[in-house]
């Protein structure tokens, strides 16, 4: 090979290496390290992201639903589509930096009048051509084509998390769902039985009064109980089935009312460790989906700083061409051609300078919505850790509550069948008795609730780091 043209190929590869992309670094997290510690947390553990939900859900049925909505629903089938689309565009994008090379072949027959030939006969002509050959290939020598490719990438693997993060989504609503529907399903069943004890009730109140122990009043009063618990009934009825319309929607299915559950007061959730370490926000989807959009911003940059330079393509070709398909292989039919192309800036009016400012200003946007984003997760996780401890301790009073509403309750009843106390203390004690389970059933599908949307908050769940999970747990105590 000659000496300048191995010359021009090291030059090319040197300048190839080129990249005018900033220095990517991470923007400080403006959340503190920890989240605050609640009553009864022992410190930070090592955790880590984990996104099996199977490990999370201890209700088989529940587990059944989102598997099936992962199955069928169509927004997150949108999701994957454009996970798709934006790694064909990646493949695209990525292509320019390979020379493009095609064959061309072609074959041309004309008939001339004799006015044109000149000879007072037509004549006909033919031509024959087969080429080879790259067109219009870009030499990235300020890395341009690269600076484009990488943003692709990143715009893709931002792509991909979000798809997670919708699939993360989907996981939660179909387990508050879920969670509501059999909520209003006890709220059902609650309401039934309060029905059944307020007609009794209603049947013992117009017997007094028909033999004249009490007066129509009280009777009027125990049938306002006994309406109020139908219009609650109905109520509940409408509710699950409505439960039911939604559950299905997200499913993509049609679910069974029959389908067997467990109760809401069994373990139905995995309990969130205490002291969760802030950095654990870092693998959440949204906030993972923000910073591959900063780095595509800032691979923009890089394109627009190499449009101030100049652009140098080639178009080379070599074939044959003949007037006769026969010939078009023989010797002395081969030709080449050699185009190269240089496009240097000289003036557009400030344009290559304003994409420029427009890309640092993209990147500084991102960078403000990075920030947001991590902001927003710790806020979101630490009000889950802040309802999470107290919502055992609302659980704990109401369940005290429900107890002590049952017995007065129960000595209400006994005292107005013995004819001590009046038809209101009965009425009053039923009312706080229904009240108060209702409460009871509705604070323990708020608790779980916020356990499903912590999940959401942490980016898909949690996991131990195995190094440490065998290590005995830190111990707190009086000691010397």
Same mark, same amino acid.
């Given at each position: 090979m000659?000496?300048s043209?191995?010359s ?5 590869w ?22 605050p ?17 199977? &490990? ?26 454009n ?71 990143l715009?893709?693997l ?13 996981v ?8 509501t ?8 069943? *609650? ?12 049947r ?16 009027l009063q125990?049938?306002?109980s ?10 509940y ?11 299905s *929607?997200l499913?993509?299915? #049609? ?31 949204d906030?993972?989906?923000? #910073? ?24 080379a ?6 007037? #006769? ?43 403000? &919505?990075? #920030? ?24 704990d009073? &109401? ?13 209400a009843?006994?005292?107005?069948r ?9 009425l009053?004690?039923?009312?706080? *008795? ?25 980016g ?6 195995p ?14």
């Amino acid at each position: 090979m000659p000496r300048s043209a191995l010359s021009l190929v090291l030059l090319t590869w040197l300048l190839g290496g080129c990249s005018l992309i900033p220095d990517y670094h991470q923007p400080p997290s403006p959340a503190p390290a920890l989240y605050p510690q609640a009553p009864g947390d022992t410190g930070s553990r090592a955790l880590a992201s984990s996104t099996d939900w199977h &490990q999370l859900f201890r209700d088989p049925t529940l587990r059944q639903l989102i598997q099936r909505a992962l199955d069928n629903n169509r927004d997150l089938r949108v999701a994957a589509l454009n996970v798709e689309a934006f790694q064909a565009q990646y493949r695209i994008q990525r292509a320019d930096l390979f020379p493009a090379v095609s064959a061309n072949g072609s074959g041309s027959r004309q008939r001339l009048p004799p006015a044109i030939t000149g000879t007072g006969k037509p004549l006909i002509k033919s031509s024959y051509s087969a080429t080879l050959g790259i067109s219009a290939y870009e030499l990235d020598f300020f890395g341009r084509v690269r600076s484009l490719s990488e943003q692709a990438m990143l715009s893709y693997l931002a792509t991909e998390e979000a798809q997670r993060s919708a699939q993360i989504s989907l996981v939660a609503n179909v387990a508050n769902a879920y969670l509501t529907w059999r909520a209003d399903q006890e709220l059902l069943v *609650l309401s039934g039985k309060t029905l059944e004890a307020n007609l009794e009730s209603l049947r013992l109140t117009a017997r007094s009064g028909t033999a004249g122990k009490l007066s129509n009043l009280d009777v009027l009063q125990a049938r306002t109980s006994v309406e109020s618990a139908r219009a609650s009934l109905a109520r509940y009825q409408r509710q699950v089935a409505q439960d039911l319309n939604s559950l299905s *929607l997200l499913v993509g299915a #049609e679910v069974s009312p029959a389908l067997p559950g467990q109760p809401l007061a069994n373990d139905l959730i995995v309990a969130v460790p205490a002291g969760l370490p802030s950095d654990l926000l870092q693998r959440r989807p949204d906030i993972l989906q923000a #910073e591959y959009q900063l780095m595509a911003a800032n691979a923009n940059i890089g394109a627009a700083r190499a449009a101030f330079f100049p652009s140098v393509s080639l178009t080379a070709n070599a074939g044959s061409s003949s007037l #006769e398909l026969s010939g078009l292989f023989k010797g002395g039919s081969g030709g080449w051609t050699f185009q190269p192309q240089i496009n240097l800036p000289i003036f557009n009016a400030g344009s290559l300078q304003a994409s420029l400012d427009y890309s640092r200003l993209q990147r500084d946007i991102r960078v403000a &919505q990075y #920030e947001k984003s991590i902001q927003t997760a710790f806020q979101e996780v630490s009000n889950g850790l802040a309802a999470r401890s107290t919502y055992q301790q609302q659980l704990d009073a &109401q369940r005290r509550l429900v107890e002590a509403t049952q017995d007065y309750y129960n000595m209400a009843e006994h005292r107005y069948r013995m004819g001590l106390d009046s038809n209101l203390v009965f009425l009053d004690a039923q009312r706080s *008795l229904f009240s108060s389970q209702q409460d009871l059933i509705n604070d323990r599908l708020a608790q779980l609730m916020a356990e499903v949307n912590l999940y959401t908050a942490l980016g898909g769940g949690w996991q131990e780091s195995p190094e440490l999970a065998r290590l005995p747990a830190p111990q707190h105590g009086a000691g010397g």
